[in-house]
Nanobody, 121 residues
């Protein structure tokens, strides 16, 4: 599976962005698609994940209520809708796939290239 993330950019605090991650190849129903982010000088951290088959979603507490993850099975795409963005959300956002739900980045085998999100006035 190859993953292609897009949608990043520069946005003012309080603004919104929607990230997309398109997967090439079949995604099995048992798989989990996740978003992680890495800010300069910090470790990569879990943001959100979705079970591909049933659509169950998980969101990190740091972004809960502001970020929403969803998937479009017909388009083989997972989205991350980010609202009420804050400067601390600035990071490179990457999508990845795992065999089961986890917040541990080491459980995710396939990664797309990241997309930069910068929140600044």
């Amino acid at each position: 599976v190859q993953l292609q993330a897009s949608g990043g950019g520069l946005v003012q605090p309080g603004g919104s962005l929607r990230l997309s991650c398109v997967a090439s190849g079949r995604i099995y129903s048992s798989k989990v698609m996740g978003w992680f982010r890495q800010a300069p000088g910090k470790e990569r951290e879990f943001v959100a994940a979705v079970r591909w088959g049933v659509g169950t979603t998980y969101v990190a507490s740091s972004v809960k209520g502001r970020f929403t993850i969803s998937r479009d099975k017909a388009e083989n795409t997972v989205y991350l809708q980010m609202n009420s963005l804050k400067p601390e959300d600035t990071a490179v956002y990457s999508c990845a796939t795992a065999n089961s739900y986890s917040t541990n980045r080491n459980e995710y085998a396939y990664w797309g290239q990241g997309t930069q999100v910068t929140v600044s006035s």
